[in-house]
């Protein structure tokens, strides 16, 4: 089918769907209203029994943490694909070749930005820390594992848009990031199985809960973040360093 | 509807509209970072901080330096 | 007027469809289908929210507030986090198509299968 066959195509059915469609939308609840009782049955249930001021944390990682464990697995799983396609069966790691250290240089020389390097150098520390403090404070303020996760491996990334690949290969090292993703999972793993020993339901909510607004309420929670934050920080950071490894160091033709 | 959500909601149809039509892949890039910023934005005002902080994170800038990265890596196999 | 944010998830939808469906580089293809997928976001969140409603965050409030749905903010998180996992692996296939196939047009690779 030609290219513009397959436009027009496309629009047509948009248009069939959009008669069918519209109509329809006619009947939702307009946007200032919120008909709905699951909404307003899980606050009580956020304050009242699990001590969260968080109720989006709450309803993520307690009372729906089921779906969570779905996608950390998935995200775990991307991060296996993307190593398994960019990882090619067997090849000869070849040193680069004179001219292509000499090039590389010159490049790192001409684009010598002492600007992108002052600000990647003071952001650096600040997100890793605001990443940190996110992680830590999912039960009260809005954040969480996922938001600090990626918070903290967008500040990694920074290393490598602040210097360069050599800097970047030498400071995060793709076998500890592994390790970290694998230790985050295991530990988001344990924490939904441990309830099991103790003779309650799966992903039950074992721990002590603290006073709501301190640092352990949630209890189970408190854990769960600093597990998901390290699984998703490591597998964010393990997939730009596959890319960025594909990117500089490609595969020399045998 | 108050103005700012509004305004809110069409940037972001322009946004969106922006990135699929973009043919040339290095300037969808711009497009796309520029999307996660507005639904950020639009996520804010629809009073989801949670949802805004994950999507500036992810959206904002890892997803488009995965795109550069693969973008500069597919651009080199025609320098030869 | 009252349609707007249905329309603007119909839209996304259906424009990412078209750039996904009439592409000739599949990179540009990974980003049509991050718009198919901020159509969902926007209608998630749309259901959600309620006039007059807080943020769901009762740090410092006073109980009985209205609050916006929390549910539907927790579906969302989730769909962001996939989304950007999906984008990942199929950058890496387009990566690897062109390594192996030295082209990212989708309509060439279907003929080389061939």
Sequence with gaps: ?254 | ?80 | MQLLPYLVAFWLFAVGMYGLSTTRNFIHATGSLAVVQASTYVMLLAIGFRRGGRAPVLYGVSRGAPIVDPIVQALALTDIVVGAAAAALILSFAVNAARRAGTLDPRELRAMRG
Excluded: C
């Design chain 1, 1 to 254: 089918m030609t290219g513009r066959a397959r436009a027009v195509v496309v629009v047509a059915s948009a248009a069939l769907a959009a008669a069918f469609l519209v109509p329809a939308f006619a009947h939702l609840p307009p946007l200032d209203v919120y008909p709905g009782p699951y909404g307003d049955a899980v606050e009580p249930i956020s304050l009242a029994e699990r001590k969260t001021t968080n109720v989006t944390a709450a309803v993520a990682y307690d009372v729906r943490g089921f779906d969570t464990l779905g996608e950390e697995t998935i995200l775990v799983a991307a991060v296996a694909g993307v190593g398994m396609l960019l990882r090619p069966g067997k090849r000869k790691r070849h040193p680069p070749a004179a001219e292509d250290r000499v090039r590389d240089l010159q490049r790192a020389l001409d684009a010598s930005r002492p600007a992108v390097r002052l600000a990647s150098a003071d952001v650096l520390p600040v997100a890793l820390v605001f990443g940190t403090y996110m992680t830590l404070h999912a039960t009260q303020t809005p954040g969480g594992g996922f938001q600090g996760g990626a918070i903290i491996a967008s500040a990694v990334t920074l290393i490598y848009l602040g210097w360069d690949y050599t800097a970047w290969s030498r400071l995060v090292s793709e076998r500890w990031m592994d390790v970290v993703e694998a230790f985050g999972m295991l530990v988001f793993l344990a924490l939904f199985l441990v309830p099991l020993a103790l003779g309650q339901v799966f992903a039950a909510n074992w721990m002590p809960l603290a006073k709501s607004g301190k640092l352990g309420s949630g209890g189970v929670m408190f854990v769960l973040n600093i597990g998901i934050a390290l699984a998703v920080a490591a597998g964010f950071v393990l997939i730009v360093a596959e890319m960025l490894r594909e990117l500089h160091e490609p595969e020399q033709p045998s």
């Design chain 2, 1 to 80: 509807m108050s103005p700012l959500e509004l305004v809110a909601f069409l940037l972001v149809a322009l946004a969106g509209g922006a990135v699929a039509l973009e043919r040339d892949p290095k300037r969808q890039v711009v497009a796309l970072s520029f999307m996660g910023l507005v639904l950020a934005l639009l996520f804010v005002v629809l009073q989801a901080p949670e949802v805004a902080l994950s999507q500036l994170a992810v959206g904002g800038v890892l997803v488009p330096l995965l795109f550069l990265a693969a973008l500069a890596r597919t651009g080199q196999r025609r320098e030869p």
